[in-house]
T-cell receptor, first 113, second 111 residues
Framework: AQSVSQHNHHVILSEAASLELGCNYSYGGTVNLFWYVQYPGQHLQLLLKYFSGDPLVKGIKGFEAEFIKSKFSFNLRKPSVQWSDTAEYFCAACMDSNYQLIWGAGTKLIIKP | DGGITQSPKYLFRKEGQNVTLSCEQNLNHDAMYWYRQDPGQGLRLIYYSQIVNDFQKGDIAEGYSVSREKKESFPLTVTSAQKNPTAFYLC??????????FGQGTRLTVV
């Protein structure tokens, strides 16, 4: 079955630490990949997306993600986190021409000031 | 401004009642979705619609119903058959296979 898994449900970091959140999908065909962020009390916002081309994609607020096809991964990274990055992060995938988005369970990120 | 509007933001329901959550979009998107968000479970798909007058069940459709009479509107009814309706409900819309845009959500509480 098609699925998306996020490795960590909770991550706690100090400000200025580097961040990497894992995301793996299970599907051998064409995928479109997304990272969304949900700040406390706010709606889901798109951070970045990958459809094709350069596997390293840059998003808003200094985030980037790398698509590694051989590892079925799309990990989210940020070199130096800020307290304002405290939020829940969701990875999602659209596989082939399926109109559904398959979602990971989310990772709650807490940044200690 | 284009976007998705969900109403109400907070909703309280007595046991045994049906309630309807509103979702309106002015993005001219064909596809619309309803998700339920519970802590630690991510987003679970309730129903989705790719076109007017057509919709499909998602993973957790039992106890819910929808309609899609207009492109802009995709209301969700939480029926009394839904055993655990207290949750955060998110509506989204999408054009083709691009990213989804989300509303602010409705928090439903059964009292």
């Amino acid at each position: 079955a098609q699925s998306v898994s996020q490795h960590n449900h909770h991550v706690i970091l100090s400000e200025a630490a580097s961040l990497e959140l894992g995301c793996n999908y299970s599907y051998g065909g064409t995928v479109n990949l997304f990272w969304y962020v949900q700040y406390p009390g706010q709606h889901l916002q798109l951070l970045l997306k990958y459809f094709s081309g350069d596997p390293l994609v840059k998003g808003i607020k200094g985030f980037e993600a790398e698509f590694i096809k051989s590892k079925f991964s799309f990990n989210l990274r940020k070199p130096s986190v800020q307290w304002s990055d405290t939020a829940e992060y969701f990875c999602a995938a659209c596989m082939d021409s399926n109109y559904q988005l398959i979602w990971g369970a989310g990772t709650k990120l807490i940044i200690k000031p | 401004d284009g976007g998705i509007t969900q109403s109400p933001k907070y909703l309280f329901r007595k046991e045994g009642q049906n309630v309807t959550l509103s979702c309106e979009q002015n993005l001219n998107h064909d596809a619309m979705y309803w998700y339920r968000q519970d802590p630690g479970q991510g987003l679970r798909l309730i129903y989705y619609s790719q076109i007017v007058n057509d919709f499909q069940k998602g993973d957790i459709a039992e106890g819910y119903s929808v309609s899609r009479e207009k492109k802009e509107s995709f209301p969700l009814t939480v029926t009394s058959a839904q055993k655990n309706p207290t949750a955060f409900y998110l509506c989204a819309s999408r054009r083709g296979l691009t990213e989804a845009f989300f509303g602010q959500g409705t928090r439903l509480t059964v009292v």
